[in-house]
């Protein structure tokens, strides 16, 4: 069916990377774009270090940010692998840049207008009109609102894929992601080897598995001067569904499912951490985490969709496709559903249908793609 003339609306349900990658784009598109968050205030630091890809800087470009002059991260020169006794197992020259969920939530959050960005709406109903093909959005404080296409963007949890992909769900990969900042001049002396590289610590017992891995990100104000940066640590650990069920009991005994944030890590688990830190890691991971003041926790989960798109209804990001966080892609992900979708959109802008499936296979094909190489190395990594 052909859409012709009018502006058309979106309306986006998430207001994370995601989201907000898909909003400034279609505004480039010409699409006049609402972006729908539960959250009542701004997004705080969410699980801070991620591995800045080219689509990411992409979508920064197209936004209409200068990125060839500010600082977008903070770059490392080596691969290194640690053995446990402390001594270096390999070392490789592998540049790369590392940035932080803030940094380009910020970015971007500052170049999405406030008054299409409504905090405090949590989705809780879609319904479709077959006759007019609009899309409407019921929310938890009884609003409505009505567009041309509906974009679920609402993270792994997504109430878009529980609604209309109730099958599709997200599954527990067998381990979780034990993760903590330092502020760089509380680096204890044993730990200072480590700023400036990308490291890796792997060791395997007859008690499990170890994968650990940390870089320098931005700091506070994203500052990424030396002494003011953030160092983020990764640490993967097998944890059984009971086990991880503990875990995810906070300070003040609520369940929180499938992650813990910075804070709300009850004490047992940190001594925990902390014993098993002397278990496994060499002597320069141990001091690091034993220097985090507040570790938090993210369990490890597969999801994959067989379809992005149901009628004017589309998933992105975490809400389609989980791949594990070794690939380092997912908001890359993130940012290339966007960038295509805007394009599909610019070279049909009076056929909403025409677009969507031209934008859905290439999709789909790196979703797949990059699940399974995530699923591939963390099981190389974690049990094989
Ligand atoms: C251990 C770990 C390490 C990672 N490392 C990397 C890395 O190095 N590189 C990388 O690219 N990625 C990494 N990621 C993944 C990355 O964090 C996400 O893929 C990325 O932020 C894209 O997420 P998203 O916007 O799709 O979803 P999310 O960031 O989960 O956002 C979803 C948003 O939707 C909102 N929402 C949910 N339900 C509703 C509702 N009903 N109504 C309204 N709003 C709703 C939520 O409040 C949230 O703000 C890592 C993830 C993990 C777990």
Avoid at 75 to 85: E, N
Avoid at 359 to 371: D, S, T, V
């Amino acid at each position: 069916m052909s859409d012709i003339h009018k502006t058309k609306t979106a309306i986006v349900i998430g207001g994370s990377l995601g989201g907000l990658f898909v909003g400034t784009m279609l505004r480039t598109a010409g699409w006049e774009v609402h972006i729908y968050e539960r959250s009542k205030q701004d997004l705080d630091s969410r699980g801070g270090g991620i591995v800045l890809q080219p689509d990411v800087v992409e979508v920064l470009r197209r936004t209409g940010i200068d990125v060839d002059s500010i600082d977008l991260g903070v770059t490392s020169l080596h691969r290194t692998t640690w053995r446990q006794d402390g001594k270096m197992e390999h070392r490789s020259v592998a540049p790369q840049t590392q940035t932080s969920w803030s940094l380009i939530y910020q970015m971007m959050k500052e170049k999405f207008p406030d008054e299409n960005y409504h905090q405090n709406k949590n989705l809780i109903e879609i319904k479709e009109d077959s006759n007019t093909q609009k899309v409407t959005a019921a929310f938890g404080d009884g609003s409505e609102v009505t567009g041309d296409l509906l974009i679920g963007a609402d993270g792994n949890g997504s109430t878009v894929r529980q609604l209309l992909w109730p099958n599709d769900e997200p599954s527990y990969a067998g381990y979780l992601a034990w993760r903590g900042l330092v502020e760089e001049n509380k680096v204890p002396e044993q730990a200072k080897e480590l700023l400036g590289n990308f490291d890796f610590a792997n060791h395997r017992t007859e008690n499990g598995s170890s994968h650990m891995l940390g870089y320098l990100v931005p700091g506070k104000n994203n500052n990424t001067r030396t002494g003011h940066r953030l160092y983020n640590w990764v640490w993967y650990r097998i944890a059984d569904a009971e086990t991880l069920a503990d875990i995810m009991v906070d300070t003040e005994g609520r369940q929180l499912g499938y992650s813990v944030p910075e804070g709300k890590l009850r004490q047992d688990w940190v001594l925990n951490i902390h014993a098993d830190a002397d278990e496994f890691l060499p002597p320069n991971f141990r001091a690091m985490v034993k220097a985090t003041d507040r570790p938090f926790a993210q369990a490890i989960r597969d999801l994959t969709v067989d379809t992005m798109v149901k009628g004017r209804v589309i998933l992105l990001g975490d809400a389609a496709f989980i791949p594990r966080p070794h690939t380092a892609a997912s908001t890359s992900k993130a940012a290339f559903n966007a960038i295509v979708l805007a394009e599909a959109l610019k070279k049909f802008p009076n056929d909403i249908d025409t677009a969507l499936k031209a934008w859905e296979p290439q999709q789909m094909i790196l979703g797949q793609k990059l699940f399974q190489q995530g699923s591939a190395a963390g099981d190389r990594l974690m049990f094989i």
